[in-house]
């Protein structure tokens, strides 16, 4: 067992997959900006939603808009679909675990509106149903995944948006999705702020 030379490998894997994200993913992010931007100041909300740590990612993305980001600004439209556990309990148990984020959209989705859906795998079930929901409410997707975007790529469509990591593993793709929703922020304040001092 050699830990430190696992840890010089993770640290040289992460820069490599940042640096293969920089060259695949900066273009569709600027469009995921601009999406985002014009929902919230066109009186529109973001929904987030995702599994294990991408419902971990889901609200702190969400939570940084309806909180702030790094300066001060009013306070964005966004709700984390992943958080109301009587939701989630009733939901899963009366219909099902695969509606428990599509039921929401449902219910709260309006034309303009946008959904970050978000799986590494691309393949969970009910973030497959919650881009479907989101379809039926007219509104468009920006998706986060990676392992070459599974069964997500069927089900976007041409006015969406597709993040997905050029890598096969799990916490490497969870590791670029922060870094990409963090962008998300700063690039909406950005728009909304101007440039930094
Ligand atoms: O955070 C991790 C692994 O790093 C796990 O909790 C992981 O998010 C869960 O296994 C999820 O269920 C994976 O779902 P998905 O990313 O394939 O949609
Ligand atoms: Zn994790």
């Known amino acids: ?3 430190a030379s696992t840890i010089a490998a993770h640290f040289n894997d992460h820069v490599l997959a940042t640096q293969d994200s920089a060259e695949t993913l900066s273009s569709p992010l600027v469009r995921a900006i601009e999406l985002c931007f014009g929902c919230v100041t066109n009186s529109g909300k973001i929904l987030a939603c995702g599994n294990g740590g991408s419902a971990a990612d889901a609200q702190h993305f969400i939570a940084e808009l309806v909180g702030r980001f790094e300066r001060e600004r009013l306070p964005l439209a966004g709700i984390a679909l992943n958080t109301d556990t009587s939701i989630l309990t009733a ?10 984020f599509s039921r929401q959209i449902s219910a709260l989705g309006q034309p303009g509106d946008v959904l970050v859906a978000i799986s590494t ?16 409410r007219e509104m468009r997707v920006i998706a986060l995944s990676g392992k070459g975007g599974g069964a997500m790529n069927a089900l976007l ?17 969870q590791e670029i999705h922060i870094l990409l929703l963090h962008m998300l922020c700063d690039g909406i304040d950005t728009l909304l702020l101007g440039d930094p001092a």
């Open 1 to 3: 067992m050699n830990l």
């Open 157 to 173: 469509s041409a006015d969406d948006i597709h993040l997905c990591v050029p890598h096969d593993r799990t916490m490497r793709i």
């Open 121 to 136: 795998s691309g393949n969970s079930e009910n973030v497959k149903q919650a881009i479907q929901a989101a379809h039926e």
């Open 91 to 100: 939901v899963g148990n009366d219909y099902g675990y695969a509606q428990i």
